[in-house]
């Protein structure tokens, strides 16, 4: 995986779902006649966006919150219509959606319809009249049907919030009840400041922004993120979405008073200054942009700012977990013999002393993370007594078009069960955790599925992600195909959320490991039952 916080180090966001501070504004420091802004969370003078909070029953014995009412959401795709993500349908992306929306939270309840019911007009389409009188969202999407749109128009007038995707500008939509009409053909984000509505609640603006940048990176994790950001705006606030709110005056009070030196620096330092400047352009949502701005400006200086401002004393005051679904189960037998701590960490290990490194990535799931070209794994035990460690190595393409070769640090600890892992790493400033599994390795290790749960506490972030893996970076055999996409079921991934690395390019990658070192200490990749790839 390529081990990045990636965060913007001085927005604490363009945030949704604010409650409105009148101590949010900009903030410039001046060196030398020049100007850096800062910028903090700002909002228009008559915003007023905030959420009501949930009722307390109080009982003799105990206060206890009462639970969340089952939030209903309904998508309707046009029939037989395909997605951006590597030709998946719209009906298998959704429906996997609804799936992963109950990772965030049971009671998120996504029901998927074909404008086929609508056409047909049978059981199904009184099914999905029913349910579009209890809904709290309307997603709909690629639907260009003119019966289709006219049945929707009739039977969704009732819904507050209706969100179309690449489907016929005749569909109206609406966020908090206000219409949003659009100005370009097929997307509800088009001239959304001329329209009366809108107006009178710009917050909405900010909502629509980040969608749009989500839904139009095209990945799994933005699809289910743009409804989350929906109910957190105009439902209920959605707990791991908690960051994307403002702090206010006391985020750049704590900056200035425990890390002013370090403040100081990064600005009279033209690469440091040039990584916040970039931070501050990227959405605050858009992870592999964020990422390529500390690519590009890596130093120590930043380092230090980070670490000051970030992990010491969390100016930004966020929090995140380690997530704990989806739940992914560790292989339990290798070669037909029980899986043990000795032997999966000889499996990360891999091909490490055969070749110079133990495994490169092939793909990976998640699209800030594992993306990157020329990903080699370096997995081995240190001098010191049951100490092991992972070195990522990987490619970075700078804003400046160069590619850079980057290099990280984790300490590995064994997890309860064999076959899971604790990682640790201090990178850019910022603590990572991670919890990893080894989902599956085939017997002659020509490929293996590593999964991942991580967060990095005082940046706000966290995520999930798996790796496949193999000797050469290149798809195994295609006759391994059905196991793999077996291993990938057990994380929760389809085939089609995939991205595939860039190995063609890898020009003297810094590896190397620590001398005195040790590799395998049960398997051995020259022992004679292995079978060469």
Same mark, same amino acid.
Request: charged share 20%; hydrophobic share 40%; net charge neutral.
């Given at each position: ?31 030398? *006649? ?21 009722? =307390? ?19 309707? #795709? ?16 959704? /429906? ?41 969202? &309307? ?7 003119? @019966? ?52 009178? =609640?710009?917050? !909405?603006?900010? %909502?629509?922004?980040? $969608? ?17 950001? &929906? ?17 206010? #005056? ?16 990064? &600005? ?7 990584? /916040? ?10 992870? %592999?942009? +964020? ?11 930043? @380092? ?48 490490? *002393? !055969? ?26 035990? *240190? ?44 990178? +850019?400033?910022?603590?990572?955790? @991670?919890?990893?599994?080894? $989902? ?5 290790? !020509?490929? *293996? ?14 995520? =999930?992600?798996? %790796? ?13 195909? =059905? ?14 959320? &995939? ?35």
């Amino acid at each position: 995986m390529s081990l990045q916080v990636h965060i913007n180090l001085l927005t604490p966001l363009r945030r949704i779902g604010f409650v409105h501070n009148a101590n949010c504004f900009p903030f410039h420091f001046h060196h030398a *006649g020049t100007s850096t802004l800062l910028s903090f969370p700002s909002l228009p003078p008559h915003t007023n966006f905030c959420f009501r909070p949930s009722t =307390t029953v109080i009982s003799a014995m105990t206060a206890e919150q009462p639970p969340e009412p089952p939030l209903r959401m309904v998508a309707v #795709f046009g029939h037989g219509t395909v997605s951006p993500l590597k030709s998946a349908s719209w009906e298998e992306v959704m /429906l996997h959606t609804a799936k992963r929306l109950k990772w965030v939270d049971e009671g998120y309840e996504l029901l998927v319809f074909t404008d086929e019911c609508i056409q047909s007009n049978g059981q199904m389409a009184m099914k999905l009249q029913r349910e579009l009188l209890t809904a709290d969202i &309307l997603v709909i999407v690629a639907v260009t049907n003119k @019966e289709s749109i006219k049945w929707i128009e009739i039977n969704s007038q009732s819904i507050e919030n209706v969100i179309c995707f690449d489907s016929s500008p005749d569909l109206k939509n609406k966020l908090g009840g206000y219409d949003v009409h659009s100005e370009v053909r097929g997307n509800i984000f088009g001239n959304l400041l001329g329209n009366s509505h809108l107006d009178k =609640t710009k917050e !909405s603006y900010e %909502v629509v922004r980040t $969608v749009s940048e989500a839904w139009d990176r095209h990945s799994s994790d933005d699809i289910r993120f743009c409804l989350l950001v &929906l109910i957190n705006a105009y439902i209920r606030p959605v707990p791991v979405l908690k960051n994307l709110r403002a702090k206010g #005056f006391s985020t750049l009070n704590c900056m200035l008073r425990n890390c002013g030196r370090q403040v100081l620096n990064c &600005l009279l330092d033209p690469n440091c200054r040039k990584a /916040l400047q970039c931070l501050n352009q990227c959405s605050p949502v858009d992870q %592999v942009c +964020n990422y390529r701005c500390i690519a590009s400006y890596e130093s120590e200086i930043l @380092e230090a700012f980070s670490l000051c401002v970030l992990q010491k004393n969390n100016c930004l005051e966020l929090e995140a977990e380690v997530p704990d679904k989806p739940y992914v189960p560790s292989m339990v037998k290798f070669r037909g013999q029980n899986l043990s701590y000795e032997m999966a960490e000889d499996l990360f290990v891999g091909w490490l *002393g !055969s070749l110079q490194w133990s495994w490169r990535v092939l793909a990976g799931q998640n699209p800030a993370y594992d993306q990157f070209p020329c990903q080699y794994q370096l997995f081995y035990r *240190g001098k010191a007594k049951g100490s092991f460690w992972y070195e990522p190595v990987f490619q970075v393409k700078t804003l400046e078009g160069q590619m850079v070769w980057r290099r990280r640090k984790y300490r590995v600890k064994r997890g309860k069960i064999p076959g899971t892992f604790y990682f640790s790493v201090l990178d +850019n400033g910022v603590v990572s955790n @991670e919890f990893w599994t080894i $989902v599956d390795v085939a017997d002659d290790l !020509s490929w *293996g599925l590593f999964h991942y749960h991580g967060a990095a506490r005082a940046a706000g972030q966290s995520y =999930t992600g798996a %790796v496949l893996v193999s000797p050469d970076g290149a798809f195994p055999n295609e006759r391994e195909r =059905t196991r793999i996409v077996g291993a990938l079921e057990k994380c929760g991934i389809k085939e089609w959320e &995939l991205y595939f690395v860039d190995n063609c390019s890898c020009i003297d990658p810094p590896l190397g490991i620590p001398e005195g070192s040790s590799l395998h200490a049960i398997v051995h990749i020259d022992d004679p039952n292995w079978i060469p790839v």
